[in-house]
């Protein structure tokens, strides 16, 4: 019996402490996941109307918005080439149909419709599908080949979903953007990624006249024309371009700004054509200029080579050797912030020009004055109307100076040495009369351009 009872007490002390044991742990355990509830909470990443959009890992609000507005593009063009060897070397051949596609974005409720130059150029027939499989033929309203932006517009009895423009100046580097192109009439597609650098200048030729929004967000061929908008579903950039070996995405995408769209198709409604407005400098960024000029020891800027006499940067006291650091409150770190910002003005318009000179910073106001150019595209050449001041340097009358370069092989001549002061033989006073002379010329016939250098020598040329 005493044997018994040492036995129960035991198996009572051995359950008193494995019960004890067990609580000890429990607790313990408690405090641990109390512990880790603290340091670590939970984030919610599925925000539907975020206070930062920056932290927005949720697109489908701005897709929704966007996959409706954004069209399939189709282009039928005429091409007339020869179909033997005979046709090759007489002339001749048979009229036959070539198709295009691309994308575009509605922009209001009645049908107007913004997309890419190249996408519509040498269009006979142009037809767009909406998201929804109805197909419109459309009309061209404008378009303008220095900024690849043309308006189409379709008619429809209903009110059409449209995105609103957003602000392309407010883009930051390494914001989240949606990428939206209708390419094979499949309904629209949506690819993300970010901004990955602003104001790229994609020209070959150096003359730094484009200013693109960069992005990782794919896109491919037929995406063209397609928008580019932001985590609130605002259209930011018009897609335009990628940079790639082998024809298919790799990474880097470009779009036309929003602001620059929107004052080209402004343009194009008010006044039928694009109204250009300029400071009036030449200039290089200062980090190329500091190259050449010890004097220099700014890193960001644009360095001004060279103004032009009577220009709104003239007479607004701008002068060779300042360094523009803002316009308007906008940072000018490099040349193409500059074209991108003047690029979304117009002629007459004010500008706050932020200079440093001497060491002393000052802003100026600056009236845009109108850049009047026109494109002889069979030559690669932008001419311009040039300046009674030039005119005398070059002890000639009359004539028109070369504004750009547009091709490589035109690029190997300083044109800025000479006045073009005949085309074909008849006299050019201004790019009125380029504009006449180029489009009465016979294609089958070659150029002739007569030049006169700063020596006052006459020279012509025959180009084929």
């Known amino acids: 019996m005493k044997k018994n009872l040492t036995l129960f007490a035991v198996a009572l002390l051995a359950g008193m402490v494995t019960l004890g044991g067990y609580k000890l742990l429990e607790d313990e355990k408690q405090v641990v996941l109390t512990q880790t509830q603290q340091e670590v909470p939970f984030v919610n990443t599925s925000f539907t109307n975020p206070s930062n959009p920056a932290l927005a890992f949720d697109f489908t609000q ?63 027939e142009l037809e767009v599908t909406l998201n929804d499989n109805r197909a419109y033929p459309a009309e061209l309203i404008g378009t303008d080949p220095n900024t690849d932006i043309a308006l189409i517009k379709i008619q429809t009895e209903d009110n059409l979903p449209y995105l609103a423009f957003g602000d392309s100046n407010e883009v930051k580097v390494g914001e989240w953007v949606l990428a939206v192109g209708n390419p094979f009439n499949l309904t629209s597609t949506v690819t993300a990624g970010i901004v990955s650098a602003k104001s790229r200048d994609l020209n070959q030729f150096g003359s730094n006249t484009q200013s693109f929004i960069q992005t990782d967000a794919a896109v491919n061929r037929g995406n063209s024309g397609g928008a580019l908008v ?26 036309v700004p929003s602001n ?59 002068q060779q050797g300042d360094i523009i650091k803002e316009i308007d409150g906008i940072s000018i770190n490099k040349f ?106 016979d294609n089958s016939q070659p150029f002739s351009l007569t030049m006169v250098d700063r020596s006052g020598e006459v020279n012509k040329f025959i180009i084929r």
């Open 62 to 124: 701005a897709a929704e918005t966007s996959v409706n507005a954004v069209v399939h593009v189709k282009n039928t063009t005429i091409s007339k080439g020869p179909t033997n060897i005979m046709e090759f070397f007489y002339g001749g051949g048979a009229a036959r149909e070539m198709v295009g596609t691309g994308s575009g974005v509605i922009i209001s409720a009645d049908g107007y419709i913004v997309t890419n130059n190249h996408v519509i150029e040498n269009a006979s």
């Open 230 to 255: 932001n985590v609130r579903g605002e259209l930011i950039g018009i897609n335009t371009a990628i940079t790639s070996q082998t024809g298919s995405y790799v990474g880097y995408s470009f779009a």
């Open 260 to 318: 620059n769209a929107k004052k080209v198709i402004e343009d194009i409604l008010e006044f039928g054509f694009v109204q250009r407005g300029i400071l009036g400098i030449r200039g290089l960024d200062v980090a190329d200029a500091a190259k050449k000029l010890p004097d220099v020891s700014e890193t960001e800027g644009v360095y001004v080579s060279t103004v032009e006499v009577g220009s709104g940067a003239d007479l607004g006291g701008i």
């Open 336 to 441: 193409t912030d500059l074209v991108g910002y003047v690029g979304s003005k117009r002629p007459n318009d004010i500008v706050n020009v932020t200079i440093i000179r001497d060491g002393d910073t000052e802003t100026v106001p600056v009236t845009l004055v109108k850049l009047e150019t026109y494109q002889i595209e069979d030559l690669g050449l932008e001419v311009k109307n040039t300046t009674k001041k030039k005119l005398r340097e070059f002890n000639t009358s009359y004539g028109v100076s070369v504004n750009r370069v547009l091709t490589r092989d035109m690029g190997k001549f300083d044109w800025d040495d000479v006045i073009i002061t005949k085309i074909n033989d008849e006299p050019v006073k201004d790019i009125e009369d380029v504009r006449r002379i180029i489009e009465a010329k």
